[in-house]
């Protein structure tokens, strides 16, 4: 039995996975920040899940968390207020088993893949995108049924792709990134209010009409679909799956984003041919694709363990 | 031994490749339009070819040209006069062997990727990106030694990303696509004179200090950047070979695109570690990767003939 960890900025989650990639258990806590504290939420919840009923021996721990990943080792994950740690490293020795460290975007995107295929086994050879909108946009990327990792590292960023000279600066030194549009950070500090939910706060004054709500909900909704855009033009992914934190939004961001690929396509014979209002999915707001993709990504016991 | 054809709107050019994939005889010969005279041309372009010393006994073909593919089928060559033949079917029925046909673009990326290893090696496992600067702006994806073709045939178009919302109109129904900034089309429009080269006449007039030329040569280059970003923001290639008819202009574009990475990089220390500028390769001028990778995309005679 695999488990998968998905750390987050407030919440972790632990599954524990059988070897034909079903959740037998899951559990929630909450995320310590800083090196220590990301040790201890990770060996907690595993420890968490595995004393849930019905979770067998243990084989191997995938992890998934922000930040660049190098081995098994976390760099600049600063929504965690970590600068580096070896969380590969440590939970091996702790759990005795082989461990995999992903990146979360990554990882959510194996998840989702695989919740896909579930669902719909044909999808299981065909291209497909996660679209992370959190406090950034990534994409991860699933090409013939594997992570897609690229030369070094830099597969489906899109969130620096410009889309616009003149649009805000962006923290990286553009102007006009995807992420100044739609990632939840930029949209948070362009609204300025909204407590804990700032993007929820945008879209209930949007709803209420307020003309600065409306005009960052539509940017918002212009970002998703440029990156939906951009991800046929260059990959050309059968489904594009939306996650993240912004699409907890669940129908209200479908909703706009939709309508947004709907005025594009309408201006162009070219862009309608792509159907691209097709293309998108939503990750379901309780999903534990990330947690189940970073167990995925351990080999399963019936599997030579290669290439780690 | 296999034959490959790329059929170009006014050159057709003819290659026999041995079973390792080494090109062993090479001609050229104008290319006539229209339906039967693009079926004229590949069957004389494969009748010379068969006819040079050292050429032995044909095992298949393969023809690369513009447009849709649709199995053996070409739909809507604009620049072939063409609005659709049965350019498979009617080859294999004049060799009496099987006959593959691809898009051009995509044969000229599997081309120069088998040059790219000839050369080296350890490219064979690395993804990379061809860039075609033509007419028009696409790109071919050769990703683990293969084409990607994506789930519906836009993995790699490119040229329709729209990078300005402001920018000029494309007949394509957007505004500010990359294909707009530098399309040899759009360019030689916009640019209004130059008779057969005008991208030529073009980049001589800004040499002179003209700067009508100047701001739509840093145009160009700002399109040619831009696509390089994107392909690495998206697919992340370790090299991206960049060829075409623009690409003729040799040293002269590698330079301003250079400057163009270069300067984009400066502005931030995310793009500067992307390494923009070291992933770029210009394909030699006289280069057959079009015609060799028409003939590498037809199975070799050693290997079973699966997929067709």
Redesign the interface.
Known sequence: MRIGIDIGGTKAEAVAVDDAGRIVARVRRSTEHGAEGVLRTARDAVALVAAEPGVGSITGAGVGIPGQILGGRVLNAVNLGLTEVDLGGDLERALGVPVHVENDVNAAALGAHATLVAERPAAAD??MAYLNLGTGIA?GLV??GRL???????????G???????GPECP???RGCIETFAGGASVARRWGRGGELPIRDLFDAADAGDPDALALRDELARGVA?AV??????????VIVIGGGVARLGDRLRGIVRSALVE?SA?????TS?ALPERIELLPPDSSAGALGAALAVPATHEPALGR
Chains 1, 2 share one sequence.
């Open positions: 065909r291209p994409a090409l013939d897609w990792g690229g030369s070094g590292g830099t597969a489906g960023e899109v620096h792709i410009s889309i616009d000279p003149a990286c030194g553009q440029a855009h951009v991800l046929t033009l260059t990959v050309d992914p059968a594009r201006r162009s014979i070219f862009l792509l």
